[in-house]
């Protein structure tokens, strides 16, 4: 009888610990999604600051909805501009050469201005256990990316800024 219940145990504790972590993965990804969707509000409260204050704006209220499982020192948030849907650039926020983020992620790109397109990406690297399950992208280090993306276009406000 003990044999059996340790030929058993062990697959089941794995099983356990497998599904609790991608559960944790799911919650984390699924908060950064809620943070992020909850936090494209400030374009249109923040209107005429300038983007670094934006960008700010943004980071603080995406690390309110993802504590305290996140650290808000890991995360990283994107801007990027464009004048048309058709114009957007999907990258990923990884090198892929190198495995690290991508040199020019976690910063505003373009001009914020009436009828421009806002692409804003909210991500994270995470370190788990196993080598499979819910997320693809990996970094060399072998944590995962949980990307989160929010997309919006501005009808009547702009922000300001200087070198815009």
Same mark, same amino acid.
């Given at each position: 009888?003990?044999?059996?219940?340790?030929?058993?145990?062990?697959?089941?504790?794995?099983?356990?610990?497998?599904?609790?972590?991608?559960?944790?993965?799911?919650?984390? %990804? +699924?908060?950064? *999604?809620?943070?992020?969707?909850?936090?494209?509000?400030? @374009?249109?409260? =923040?209107? $005429?600051?300038?983007?670094?204050?934006?960008?700010?704006?943004?980071?603080?209220?995406?690390?309110?909805?993802?504590?305290?499982?996140?650290?808000?020192?890991?995360?990283?948030?994107?801007?990027?501009?464009?004048?048309?849907?058709?114009?957007?650039?999907? %990258? +990923?926020?990884? *090198?892929?050469?190198?495995?690290?983020?991508?040199?020019? @992620?976690?910063? =505003?790109? $373009?001009?914020?201005?009436?009828?421009?397109?806002?692409?804003?990406?909210?991500?994270?690297?995470?370190?788990?256990?196993?080598?499979?399950?819910?997320?693809?992208?990996?970094?060399?280090?072998?944590?995962?990316?949980?990307?989160?993306?929010?997309?919006?276009?501005?009808?009547?406000?702009?922000?300001?800024?200087?070198?815009?």
């Amino acid at each position: 009888m003990a044999v059996e219940f340790a030929l058993v145990l062990f697959p089941l504790c794995i099983l356990i610990f497998f599904v609790l972590e991608n559960a944790l993965v799911f919650w984390v %990804t +699924s908060a950064l *999604d809620n943070g992020l969707d909850a936090s494209m509000r400030q @374009f249109y409260v =923040q209107s $005429g600051t300038s983007a670094t204050s934006l960008l700010d704006a943004v980071r603080s209220e995406v690390c309110r909805q993802v504590n305290p499982f996140v650290r808000c020192e890991n995360l990283k948030i994107d801007i990027g501009v464009y004048d048309s849907f058709t114009r957007i650039e999907r %990258t +990923s926020p990884i *090198d892929p050469a190198s495995g690290t983020w991508r040199a020019d @992620f976690g910063i =505003q790109h $373009g001009c914020l201005t009436k009828g421009s397109v806002v692409v804003v990406q909210a991500a994270f690297a995470q370190h788990t256990f196993q080598k499979f399950g819910v997320v693809k992208t990996q970094f060399q280090d072998g944590s995962w990316l949980i990307n989160a993306t929010s997309v919006l276009q501005l009808e009547g406000n702009t922000t300001g800024g200087s070198g815009c």
